[in-house]
């Protein structure tokens, strides 16, 4: 039959329309191989036939005339060269739609950004840190599955597969949060079941401040830091002084001191608690400020180093002289913050002026609500007191 070996242009097509005989038939074009016509009452089916290891595939390329031959044509040669170059069209075609039906699911990425932007981001001090923690430990493991298919073993691979002390207890707990809050936003069913409230949390092995730094300790201490750089000489010295946490000094800026008031301001986003403070300065404290200045010049924060540098200095310090405790253990930076507690309670000051100045929680419970009494000026007396202990014990 010569529609059968002929190349097939519209008009020929044409034809095949008019020949109701045809109907349910397959032509094959002669000249692209795989390329299949099958004529029904009022169109022509275009289809791309082929093998892959013995198994026949076939995939629809359009309608003519709805889809223009030249377009028929265009997508044989596409799909040819595909399977000339290893790719099945059918298997690729079946991965891109199982990909856009998860794409139109609530993927664990989809549901994870809704609850960042209607709960973290509004009630995270540092939102931006529990971002960071998804996208390293989450995202590429978890993120595409649909979030209502997500298995309690799953989870729970995932949570195991991370290293550290406390970062798989982190993962757990923001994982947790999410899920506990969109399954009441509706993106589980209501009897589904949270594999978060059944996993048990990591463990984190729980580590005391017990380091206590001695007066001799101290006074080597002193003489150590006459060996660093000035800066850092001066940051140690001023937490020792202050009482402060290693970043409410390192990270402060010059416009949060007040010479004039004799005050330290430490922002809310320092301060452990996500609080406004403002700590009395004693003399000693000024003084060292008042060198850092000079040394400082135009710089907008006080110390600026990478957090750790003063706690490095402090630690090396204790190493290189071999100041160990009982335990075999160095002291760290932030012991001076339990220094200044243990002897303050020695020199017989009142214990809530002292964790006032540990910027502490003062007052619990109910009395918290109604309690609103700073200790400013017993603060100042304290620090004073402090700071001249403190020059006793080094000189």
Known sequence: M???????TAKSLNQLLDDSSLIGKKIPDP?????????????????????????????????YPSTPLADIYSTWSDLRLK????????????????????????TLNVVWQDFYDRYILLNRKCPEKAMDIYNYHVREVLG????????????????????????????????????????????????????????????????????????????????????????????????AHTACRTKEINSNTWENIN????????????????????????????ALLDELRFISGNEEKLIGFDRNVLGRNVIKISKNNNLLDKQGRHFHAHDLRSYFSTNCRKLRMDHKVIESCLSHVTEKGASANYSFYDYEDEKRELFQTWSDHVDMVVS
């Open 144 to 239: 595409d599955l649909p979030f209502d298919e997500i298995t309690l073993v799953e989870c729970r691979d995932l949570i195991d597969s991370i290293k550290g002390k406390r970062t798989p207890q982190t993962v757990y707990s923001i994982l947790k949060q999410c899920w506990v809050h969109q399954h009441g936003r509706g993106f589980l069913e209501p009897s589904a079941t949270n594999p978060f409230l059944i996993l048990k949390s990591p463990q984190v092995k729980q580590s005391v401040r017990d380091r206590l730094i001695t007066d001799e300790e101290m006074r080597i201490l002193w003489i150590g830091l006459g060996q660093v750089t000035k800066k850092v000489e001066i940051g140690v010295k001023l937490l």
């Open 83 to 106: 399977l000339d170059n290893g790719i099945n069209p059918v298997k690729e075609r079946e991965a891109e739609q199982r990909e856009a039906k998860v794409r139109e699911k609530n």
């Open 31 to 63: 000249n692209r191989k795989g390329l299949i016509f099958k004529p029904t009452s009022n169109s022509i089916s275009a289809v791309f036939r082929f093998k892959e290891n013995g198994k026949e595939y076939q995939l629809k390329i359009g309608s």
């Open 259 to 286: 010479f004039q008031e004799e005050t330290l301001f430490i922002p809310k986003d320092l301060d452990k608690e996500g609080q406004d403070r403002i700590k009395p300065l004693s003399q000693q404290s000024l």
């Open 2 to 8: 010569k529609l059968l070996n002929e190349n097939y």
